[in-house]
């Protein structure tokens, strides 16, 4: 046998091809596609996340230009003097009827006494003059004449009349005896009280402020592009820029007005309008009052503060 013969192998002693698993390729396949999976899945997420951050901060009315607003009660003594009591202090939380200050009562009590004084004798006179004229009227022509008569009966009633008058003075100083002693209005807080003990306080001329705590509101200043969703009753969420939590409230109404720059006078009284950018047109913004429904305990209210304001339209402009 030649080493040809030796180094050939023989067909039943060559190896057989091995059949393919089709169990492992299938689970190889799976553990490939996972991955992929789970990617379209976040991705799914993702896109649905971003389009609910769109309609929330984009399709319903929101905007970052809100303030905290309140009324402010002006105290000003309509009699001058000087003050005498002066029970409260700056930040001071008062209730309707406090006693706020007290102006020197002294010469507004003597004024009530000589009004007093006049208004008893104008009355005697009076009641003289009346009396008079009565029995003026009972004579004949007789006893005294027609233009006596007359006389008697004008003098009564000019007297009548300076008595009223000195009523009505009576009336005048008893009130200006009240007005010594000035109280609060309204529930508040007493703020950036300057007035001090011993003062001289001037008529009409404001001596101290009175913050009104029931009367705290949001102005809310939207583009007017979004008013067509606003509606008076639509519910709104509010942010104040130092708390975290946020209060509730609702839309109370929408402002009527704005102040139109173009249309302020010149010198010359012609219209002064301000040159712009055709191609830039900026939103004007409008205020919109926000009603308070609900303070969360631990935050208080301040006028003048920054809020956030967002309103939740109604199912119809949604």
């Known amino acids: 046998m030649s080493d040809s013969q030796l180094r050939t192998p023989s067909p039943a002693s060559a190896p057989s091809p091995q059949p393919a698993e089709p169990e492992k390729l299938t689970a190889t396949g799976v553990m490939q596609a996972v991955p992929a999976l789970v990617t379209l899945i976040a991705l799914a997420f993702a896109g649905v996340g971003a389009w609910a951050m769109w309609q929330a901060y984009m399709a319903a009315p929101w905007t970052r230009d809100g303030t905290v607003r309140a009324y402010v009660v ?21 209730k309707a009827g406090d006693l706020l200050m007290t102006i020197d009562p002294t010469d507004f009590a003597i004024a009530v006494d000589l009004a007093q004084a006049a208004a008893d004798q104008a009355a005697a006179n009076a009641t003289n003059a009346r009396r008079e004229a009565d029995r003026r009227a009972r004579l004949t022509t007789l006893e005294t004449s027609e233009e006596e008569k007359q006389r008697y009966e004008a003098n ?90 946020v209060l509730e409230g609702h839309v109370d109404s929408i402002a009527r007005g704005i102040t139109v720059t173009n249309a302020t006078r010149g010198q010359s009284g012609l219209a ?19 009603h308070i429904d609900q303070v969360p305990d631990g935050i208080r209210l301040v006028a003048g503060e920054t809020a956030s304001v967002q309103i939740e339209p109604s199912a119809d402009d949604r």
């Open 74 to 94: 002006t105290i000003a003594p309509q009699v001058a003097g000087q003050i005498v009591q002066l029970p409260v202090r700056d930040n001071q939380r008062v």
């Open 156 to 245: 009564a009633l000019a007297l009548m009349a300076a008595q009223r008058q000195a009523v009505a003075n009576l009336a005048q100083a008893r009130v200006n005896l009240e007005r010594t002693t000035i109280r609060s209005p309204v529930n508040g807080y007493v703020t950036n009280l300057i007035t001090q003990l011993g003062d001289y306080a001037t008529s009409g001329q404001s001596v101290l402020s009175i913050v009104n705590a029931d009367s705290y509101w949001v102005d809310g200043y939207f583009e007017e592009t979004a008013l067509g969703a606003i509606h008076p009753g639509d519910r709104a969420t509010i942010k104040l820029m130092g708390y975290r939590r």
């Open 272 to 290: 002064q309008v301000n040159p712009i950018f055709t191609w830039v047109r900026l939103a004007q913004r409008v205020p919109v009052r926000i």
